[in-house]
């Protein structure tokens, strides 16, 4: 059963701490994705890797956000220093070359106090 | 400047009823367009998709509608079951090269589906 891990599935953290979420791909996926999911904005795409190569992350606030692939099976998103703002939902997706199909993990959900 | 919307963000239908939801796009140059079903604490799941060169894809329950004239699409549920009752993403695809292909979705908002039994 393929399916997109994430860890953790939950963080609570204070103003000013790091924070970083990771991500499985399902094996054999070769595109990365990272969403964040507020009321407002819905989901919104923070960045994406092919073949583990970032290819966009003008959704990410540049000065406190940064996105790897350290390997194919691992992807991971840090922010340092966090922020109340940044509470919300993030998800990671996988994909597969030009299909336009991704498939989403469970989400990590963070609260910053 | 949202390329997707989905202006109702929810809908409430009797069990047996038929679900219609509403999606418009901004762009004619979307190649694909999928829809998601999301429930609480879980990630979307990917439901259905229609190519930009059709007007109709069905499979079981649902069968999404394109009106490319109109930059409008659609999603059918027949018949509305109460475990259908989640958020229902429309997301539409663009495929751009910058020296190799990329792919991104677009998501909507979302509309808060409600079968009521």
């Known amino acids: 059963d393929a399916r997109v891990t994430q860890t953790p599935r939950h963080k609570v953290t204070e103003m000013g701490q790091e924070v970083t979420m990771r991500c499985q791909p399902i094996?054999?996926?070769?595109?990365v994705f990272w969403y964040r999911q507020t009321m407002m904005q819905g989901l919104e795409l923070l960045a994406y890797?092919?073949?583990?190569?970032?290819?966009?992350d003008s959704g990410m606030p540049k000065d406190r956000f940064s996105a790897e692939m350290p390997d194919a099976t691992l992807a991971t998103l840090k922010i340092q220093p966090s922020e109340p703002r940044d509470s919300a939902v993030y998800f990671c997706?996988?994909?597969?070359?030009?299909?336009?199909?991704?498939?989403f993990g469970p989400g990590t959900r963070l609260l910053v106090l | 400047d949202q390329q997707v919307k989905q202006n109702s963000p929810s809908l409430s239908v009797q069990e047996g009823r038929i679900s219609i939801l509403n999606c418009d796009y901004t762009?004619?140059?979307?190649?694909?367009f999928l829809w998601y079903k999301k429930y609480p604490a879980e990630g979307p799941t990917f439901l259905i998709s229609?190519?930009?060169?059709?007007d109709k894809n069905e499979d079981g329950r649902f069968t999404v509608f394109l009106n490319k004239s109109a930059k409008h699409l659609s999603l059918h549920i027949v018949p509305s079951q109460p475990g259908d009752s989640a958020v229902y993403f429309c997301?539409?695809?663009?495929?751009?090269?910058?020296?190799?292909?990329?792919?991104?979705?677009?998501f909507g908002t979302g509309t808060l589906l409600a079968v009521q039994p």
């Open positions: 094996l054999g996926h070769n595109t």
């Open positions: 890797f092919r073949n583990r190569a970032p290819l966009d």
């Open positions: 229609i190519s930009s060169i059709k």
């Open positions: 762009n004619s140059m979307f190649d694909y």
């Open positions: 997301a539409a695809y663009l495929q751009m090269n910058y020296g190799g292909a990329t792919n991104k979705l677009i």
């Open positions: 997706a996988s994909g597969l070359g030009q299909v336009p199909t991704q498939y």
